[in-house]
Nanobody, 128 residues
Framework: QVQLVESGGGLVQAGGSLRLSCAASGRTLTFNRFGMGWFRQGPGKEREFVAGINWSGGNTYYADSVNARFTISRDNDKNTAYLQMNSLKPEDTAVYYC???????????????????WGKGTQVTVSS
């Protein structure tokens, strides 16, 4: 089993920055073979894809709404994925979830379907 724990959420003013972390652990963890993704669910909205990164970090993919503002990265030595969020907007307010895809794929995850493990989320609130 694999556990994912998000951290780094909080309250920030519009235009500010936050860095989310996703720490992975577990007896069956092979983090350096997992694709990782970040997703979010805002108030009254469905969960949506935010960003994905493949096992090596060499391939990334972003939702249009966050492209050029958010950066996904990973440190395989620390079993941790990150989401650097800059120029935050009130519409970025959501619970942010990280997820892991155990397929050893060269492509970054792009959708919730196919993700095998999920964290419980961390709240990000952007005030105007």
């Amino acid at each position: 089993q694999v556990q994912l724990v998000e951290s780094g959420g909080g309250l920030v003013q519009a235009g500010g920055s936050l860095r989310l972390s996703c720490a992975a652990s577990g007896r069956t963890l092979t983090f350096n073979r997992f694709g990782m993704g970040w997703f979010r669910q805002g108030p009254g909205k469905e969960r949506e894809f935010v960003a994905g990164i493949n096992w090596s970090g060499g391939n990334t993919y972003y939702a249009d709404s966050v492209n050029a503002r958010f950066t996904i990265s990973r440190d395989n030595d620390k079993n941790t994925a990150y989401l650097q969020m800059n120029s935050l907007k009130p519409e970025d307010t959501a619970v942010y979830y990280c997820a892991a895809d155990s397929d050893y794929s060269p492509n970054a995850p792009r959708a919730a379907r196919g993700m095998d493990y999920w964290g419980k989320g961390t709240q990000v609130t952007v005030s105007s």
